[in-house]
């Protein structure tokens, strides 16, 4: 009797949807409804793709190469990596109105930041601000957790170590001079990495957090002082550095390094002639890479960007298709019967 009362205490309410006794309904779905259904969605892609392409293609971009790779480079001297502090310019032009607001990016070829050991050699833990993870950094860090001398390295890892460390300045030549063209750093990187993925350890001043611990080996500065004119943009929070720890997934790619919204050239880069002071500091040839500085505007479907368009373009001719394909041999097998 006891067994009894509970088998019925373990079954569910007597409603029509634990008893699954609900109402359903079930489409029958015939040639009067899927062929004008595929024509519809078909004429809609078609029209969603063609306004993704024509604003792909209203989007400007400008993409120089700067690696030095050949000898009549301004660059080429750069290559040489006994070279430290070296400094180059490459001269371009722009014939009309280059469109506000300008980002301004650096992009590496054949660099696979999403290989797997290369993407988990990283401290979480110490990422967030956590001081006990400063001078034990996490094994995952793996090669760069310490450097010769055992001493603990803050930002420990792969990621951290190889960050991009070339630094730009635009300048239009105006009556022979140079005029610079002002920078925007903030706001580069995600706001979630920015106030919830990285932190800062709560002590002031910032340095002190680091006593004890070493810089990235490549780095020429810790990490408290990334930002030499913005004391509020170093450590583990610089923008410049969320940026590069927000990892790539295909080999060639770009990352924003700047835009242009301040000043005369808040609406756009006049046309003219222009220079772009570069340090070159990153080697690439030892991977057959390659870099490059792109200058692009955005649209309200963001940076240029041809495959989505072309993919609802081709989506919708083949609904169209098969709407045609579906309606002849409807036609063809069906309509003898009827008569």
Sequence with gaps: MVKEEKSFANRPDNTAFTQQRLPAWQPMLSAGIVIPGFVVIGLAFIGIGVALFITSRSIQ???????????????????????????????FSIDTLFQGPVFFYYGLSNYFQNYRRYGVSKDDAQLSGDLDYFK????????????????????????????????????????????????????????????????NPSVTPLRNAFNGTVKPLNWPRPAYELDTSDPANNGFINQDFLVWMRRAALPDFRKLYRRITQGDYAAGLPAGNYTIEIAYNYPVL?????????LSNVSWMGGKNDFLGIAYLVTGSLCVFMSLVMLIVYAKFKFPEEE
């Design 61 to 91: 971009v400008m993409t120089i190469d700067y690696t030095g790779m050949e000898p009549d480079s301004p660059c080429f001297q750069c290559t040489n990596e006994d070279l430290k502090n070296c400094k180059c310019s490459m001269d």
């Design 286 to 294: 030892s991977f057959q890479g390659s870099k490059t500085v792109t």
């Design 136 to 199: 034990t950094p996490s094994d995952t860090c793996a090669p760069y957790e310490y450097d010769s001398d055992k001493n603990p390295i803050a930002p420990c890892g792969s990621v951290a170590n190889s960050m991009f460390n070339d630094t730009f300045k635009l300048f239009q030549i105006k009556s022979g001079k140079n005029v610079e063209v002002p920078f925007d750093g903030k706001g580069i990187a995600w706001w979630t990495d920015y106030n919830v993925k990285f932190r």
